[in-house]
């Protein structure tokens, strides 16, 4: 069985901060992992997703995850804060079946401090 | 337009009545997901189709839930005897049967249970 547990379910950091969003997966066969972002009064989009190969992916607006099947986790970072992040964040997990349902975490919801 | 829709955007109705939310995926998408957004509640699965295959039900919180999806293409979601706990956003999403999973989510279905 497939799930994700996000750690925080807010984080504050000031503009031009480091953020982190934690994520922890457990997955019996290998996964396929995302991030999803849910601005203000819009509706979920990809930010970025890890299928095979470079364990570092790099997605939309600056943000980066990293793989680490040791860890199972897929935490996700952004070197410098923009007010313009402020937004609900859900990691995702899916396994490789080709027929396998994508389970969300319960979302970390991120505010930027000016 | 081309992407995920959704309706009703919001429906209010009375405890104990049924609903039905119906979901238009983008043309060629085989999958097809159902989620239950509820707040601070993350993204709760309900249910998924993927083409021909029976669907994944393990999903739906009882058995007052029910989906069906006609032709491999627009989805209706019944919720029958509406209780005051089923006041959530539902969220339809699809997804080209062919990738690693990117989902196109829908602006979804806002219930309130009176």
């Known amino acids: 069985a497939q799930s994700v547990t996000q750690l925080g379910s807010h984080v504050s950091v000031s503009e031009g901060a480091l953020v982190l969003l934690r994520c922890n997966y457990s997955?019996?066969?290998?996964?396929?992992l995302f991030w999803y972002v849910q601005y203000p009064n819009q509706g979920l989009q990809l930010l970025l997703k890890?299928?095979?190969?470079?364990?570092l992916v790099k997605g939309i607006n600056g943000f980066e995850a990293e793989f680490k099947k040791s860890e199972t986790s897929f935490h996700l970072t952004k070197p410098s804060a923009h007010m313009s992040d402020a937004a609900e964040y859900f990691c995702a997990v899916r396994s490789y079946s080709s027929a396998s349902k994508i389970i969300f975490g319960s979302g970390t919801r991120l505010s930027i401090r000016p | 337009g081309a992407g995920v829709s959704q309706s009703p955007s919001n429906k209010v109705t009375e405890k104990g009545k049924d609903v039905e939310l119906r979901c238009d995926p983008i043309?060629?998408?085989?999958?097809l997901y159902w989620y239950r957004q509820s707040l601070g509640q993350g993204l709760e699965f309900l249910i998924y189709?993927?083409?021909?295959?029976?669907?994944?039900k393990s999903g739906l919180p009882s058995d007052r839930f029910s989906a069906e999806r006609t032709g491999g293409s627009v989805s209706t979601l019944t919720i029958q005897r509406t209780q005051q706990e089923d006041s959530a956003v539902y969220l339809c999403?699809?997804?080209?049967?062919?990738?690693?999973?990117?989902?196109?989510f829908g602006e979804g279905s806002r219930l309130t249970v009176l």
């Open positions: 043309s060629g998408h085989t999958a």
């Open positions: 890890y299928t095979t190969g470079a364990t």
């Open positions: 999403a699809s997804r080209d049967g062919t990738s690693p999973g990117e989902l196109f």
């Open positions: 997955s019996s066969v290998p996964p396929y």
């Open positions: 189709f993927q083409g021909n295959s029976a669907p994944d």
